[in-house]
């Protein structure tokens, strides 16, 4: 009997163990935040933050076969005024009948005045660095215009913004206008260099948008932009670049024609030399590619090799011009140091990194860099 | 008396000794690393390794003296009684504090990754009272599931690193030894967090069967151990480099969200690791706790250990909350490594050694 009653009260215990899942939270009761936007704002509150997730109800159905969703939207974006980030997703939920959850975000979008302050631009990175959901996968972009303009449109292409943008890195050495980096790479820059970094920049289109060149952050503030060229001597510079296309001009019998030199494959080498006191940075860019277009009348001409010569030649002078122009924005103009010489000199010459460790940022500017470009035609398209 | 069923096998202890090593300070160590030595982690682990495993050999060496008796038993011949006494309270008090630290660092990031809304008390209770059912049955069923949870944790943790080599940047390790030789050692010292553990070869002797083959397991276990931490810090600042991975709290954890998958549907890997983490720390729990509750019987002379089980878990759960803050929580888990932890891996061994060689006691086999 004493036993049954000890079995007994056993058993009433197990019932408070047993319900167990205090956190549980159904699949569509959670909002899937693919894109966030940070803006600041006008009123008395300091930021505009827009979450944008797609609609997983219509998805499902989509997926189901049967009826379009036709009237339904594929994702919403909702905006919301407030003095950090956090309180920000947390506030919506007044608004929203799902809990934000920011595991899957793609892309953060900051607008232009975000990245104009310093304070804010801090607190905002802060915010990404402690969060505990948002993976480090996430891209960082800056708009020159507002984050929320972006994201409050709906776009045909892929009405999912954030997996739009995501897709649109997927591929961007097609062109290697703007540096395919993520959040992890950004924020390891501007922890290395005490603020500095190079953030891709997302232009909203009519019905696109749009990701070339880069904003500079210099001592967590924006700087500069960088326009395609210049963004592209600058990922040649620190070997960024993956594929990508050099327009030459080559003469043909009347006009010049334009021949793109489509980029395979690049081989950075550098070396640090100190000469008279003076420290000499080299970079050795070893690049291949294919010659994909000519002009027609020349058929036969491409195999003897004098125009493949002078195409080298000429991409090479294209490419170290567009390397000069990055290095004079950033030597000159800026005198930032974003080309990844200190970390080089840090990392293969320590002994000469002691010495000018400490005021590197004067150094910097008066160094001489120099760069040397050989092109390699490998192809030449399917004609002679 | 040691009963039939409690022994085991030295490859088992191998393994014990495996999983009791790695717990809680998986998480930490690449920063703790990189603060000290900067891009020469891996190198300080691999001193930390070897330091481990002089002082792991050394008190094997001690305790292989007096094959049939544990820990306090020895220390009474050795350092007379009363001194032995004291040493004992301190080693339960130091290993409950191991298990405290561990259950509330595990409650930490449990809570925080999958389970915010779950009081911790709830997840330090649970793991504690799952601690207790195993170790009530003895020695030989904690080493059986070490054996079965080793593969458990080991493999996936290994694999899940992979799809992340070509993000490596080997360029984060140079350059290479430009630290002091002051701070080098500084930074082998604070991978002692991560080595404690083998402490349990002060009581195991008595209970393994061949055990000449026990420097073999130990040798293996540690460096094993030593390779494990070396290869998941390899990734941790490979990746982030050590400037950036010296300001995480936990880069570990923080690697795991910044790896790309190929496939797309595990794009978040946080509910795995989860899960293997908590057979990282659980092991290392009930591994603790067993050996606090041994030293106790033994130095109350109890029959059976079992009875002192649940006894523990009330002074454990209560220092288990003692830290508020995760802040404090680490500055506690700092001081006992640094200061308990040193005297009973390296100071207590070579006090101990060193009596044993003047009165040349043992040695009769």
Known sequence: MKRKTLLFILLIFLIFVLTGCWDKIEIEDRAFVMAIGIDLSNSNKKYVVTFQFPNVAQLAKGSGGGGSGGSEKPSFAVSEVADTIFSA????????????????????????????????????????????????????????????????KKYDLEPNTGAYIRDIFKHYNLTSIFPSVDYNKITKSLHETNGNA???????????????????????????WMEDDENMGYMFLTGLVKGGDVTVSVPADEEEVKVPFNVSNVIRRRGVKVENGKIIYRVKLDVEGDVTEYTFEKHGE????????????ETSSKIKSMAYKAVNRFQKELKVDMLGIGDYIEKFYPSLWDEVGKDWDKIFPEIEIKVDVTSHVRRIGLFR | MIKNNDKISSNQVAILLFTTMVGAGILSLPADV??????????????????????ARLILWISSKFPTETFSEYASKLVTKPVAVVLSIVLIFYLSVFVSLDVR??????????????PIETIIITMLFASAYLVRYGLEPIARMSEILFPIMVIPLLLLFLPALSDVDLTNFL??????????????????YSFVGFELLYMVFPYVIDQEKLKKSVNASIISTTLFYMYICF????????????????????LIKSINFPVFFIENVEGIVMAIWTFTIFTSIYSFHYFAVLVLSKLIKAREHSYLVLPLIPPMYLMALIPDSIVTLYKYANLVSQYLSIFFISFLP??????????????KK
Do not use: C
């Open chain 1, 89 to 152: 997703s947390r506030h919506i939920s007044t608004r929203l009948d799902k809990a934000l959850y920011l595991g899957h975000t793609q892309a953060i979008i900051f607008g232009k005045e975000v990245v104009e302050n310093k304070t804010r631009f801090q607190e905002v990175l802060d915010s990404l660095d402690r969060s505990y959901e948002l993976s480090r996968k996430v891209y960082l972009l800056v708009t020159p215009g507002k984050a929320q303009d972006i994201l409050l």
């Open chain 1, 198 to 224: 190079i953030i891709p920049r997302i232009v909203a289109g009519k019905n696109e948008v749009k990701i070339a060149g880069s904003a500079i952050i210099k001592d967590y503030k924006l700087a500069g």
């Open chain 1, 302 to 313: 491409m195999i003897k090799g004098d125009i493949v010569n002078l195409i080298e030649r």
């Open chain 2, 34 to 55: 990189s603060k000290e030595v900067g891009p020469n982690g891996l190198l300080a682990i691999l001193g930390g390794g070897l330091a481990s495993l002089f002082f």
């Open chain 2, 105 to 118: 660092i595990f409650g930490e990031v449990l809570k925080i990754y999958l389970l915010p809304s779950t």
């Open chain 2, 175 to 192: 350059p290479f030894m430009r630290v002091s030789l002051m701070k080098f050692l500084k930074g082998v010292f604070v991978t002692t």
């Open chain 2, 235 to 254: 990734f941790v600042i490979g990746i982030f480099g050590y400037k950036e991975t010296k300001e995480q709290l936990w880069p570990f954890l923080t």
């Open chain 2, 350 to 363: 070579i006090i101990l050694a060193f009596f044993v060689k003047l009165k040349g006691l043992g040695d």
